[in-house]
């Protein structure tokens, strides 16, 4: 199995002592991902079930929690959702390809599941403090579904939240100051019904494992 490397929305071809450095910060981390996938390919054997889509990360330590400031100024955790599949991807408003053609693709899959739509929640958390607005948010939330929440938190507190997640994020200066971009990882977290985290959904995955995911999670109550 060849190992999940998150996509990043930039790529450069020539790769300096930091490119290196992040290079085998995400080798790692996705090292860590393909190991518990193999143990829960084995127990999906095992029992008869089908492999999920998504890298399976049941009972993970990490990315199963948070307690972050909404859109609209609420603060949010994962219990703010029982009873629905949480999806959360971290990216930034300003990002031209990864971050919204993932969001596109969550918006799909709420409409492909039919009345459990309802049942799915997206949560966008941004890596670009300094630009991304709560305003900004809510527009750009909007644009995708009116159902879609966008979270936050202070540029002081966002390493940390990241590390929790295994988030890479980078700051790629412009041409003027606030032209820059961010280079990131690019995966998305699923999450049950009871809210624990259950999946690590690659970039490029497709909309329809998505779904196949959120209806198995859905159906276990």
């Excluded at 009116?146 to 002081?156: C, G, R, W």
């Amino acid at each position: 199995m060849t190992a999940p490397r998150p996509a990043s929305c930039l790529y450069s071809p020539t790769l300096s002592s930091a490119g290196i450095q992040r290079r085998r910060w995400l080798a790692g981390a996705g090292a860590s991902l393909v190991s518990l996938a193999s143990v829960s390919l084995l127990s999906a054997c095992g029992s008869g079930q089908p492999p999920f889509v998504g890298i399976d990360i049941t009972g993970a330590d990490y990315a199963n929690q948070f307690q972050l400031m909404d859109h609209n100024g609420q603060m949010r955790t994962l219990a703010d959702f029982k009873g629905k599949a949480v999806v959360i991807f971290f990216g930034f408003t300003q990002c031209p390809d990864v971050c919204p053609t993932t969001m596109s693709e969550i918006a799909q899959a709420r409409q492909m599941l039919g009345a459990d739509g309802d049942r799915l929640q997206a949560l966008f958390v941004s890596i670009d403090p300094e630009r991304d607005t709560p305003e900004i948010m809510r527009e750009y939330m909007a644009n995708f579904d009116p159902t879609f929440l966008a979270l936050y938190a202070p540029e002081n507190q966002l390493p940390e939240v990241a590390k929790h997640f295994k988030i890479y994020y980078k700051k790629v200066e412009g041409a003027t100051p606030t032209s820059y971009t961010m280079d990131h990882s690019a995966g998305s977290y699923v999450y049950d019904a009871q809210g624990r985290v259950r999946l690590y959904h690659r970039y490029g995955t497709g909309v329809e494992g998505l779904v196949s995911d959120v209806k198995r999670l859905l159906a276990e109550g």
